[in-house]
């Protein structure tokens, strides 16, 4: 059963933990605008065919693991939308969101 918003403001917060789970799930689990930061590391659905190489010419590893293969680049946009939509909501007005860049 799908929590309203009203019960997920009775859950007593985990203060200065790593939340661990399916990302999705445990932001749905918190309330409304009640977050500071959020460190994101999604997956890039860098499912390359061919080479990549980044602007000094250096080739990029690409990711091959099952945690970056979606079924279709609209499963990767379903997704990508979840979480972020997710994030945005329990992110408080002055909250930051911070996203791994490749490197």
């Keep these: 059963m799908k929590k309203t918003n009203k019960e997920r403001e009775l859950v007593e917060l985990p203060l200065n933990q790593i939340l661990a789970g399916d990302c999705v799930d ?3 689990a918190l309330p409304n605008d009640c977050i500071d930061l959020i460190f994101a590391d999604p997956p890039y659905n ?3 065919k061919g080479d990549l190489h980044r602007p000094d010419n250096s ?3 690409a990711v091959d693991d099952s945690w970056d293969q979606f079924s279709s680049f609209e ?3 379903k997704f990508t939308n979840e979480w972020l ?3 945005r909501r329990i ?3 002055n909250g930051d ?3 791994r860049i490749l490197s």
């Design 26 to 28: 445990v932001m749905n």
């Design 46 to 48: 860098l499912q390359l």
């Design 59 to 61: 080739l990029v590893d």
């Design 75 to 77: 499963a990767y946009d």
């Design 85 to 87: 939509s997710a994030a």
């Design 91 to 93: 992110l408080k007005p």
């Design 97 to 99: 969101l911070g996203d």
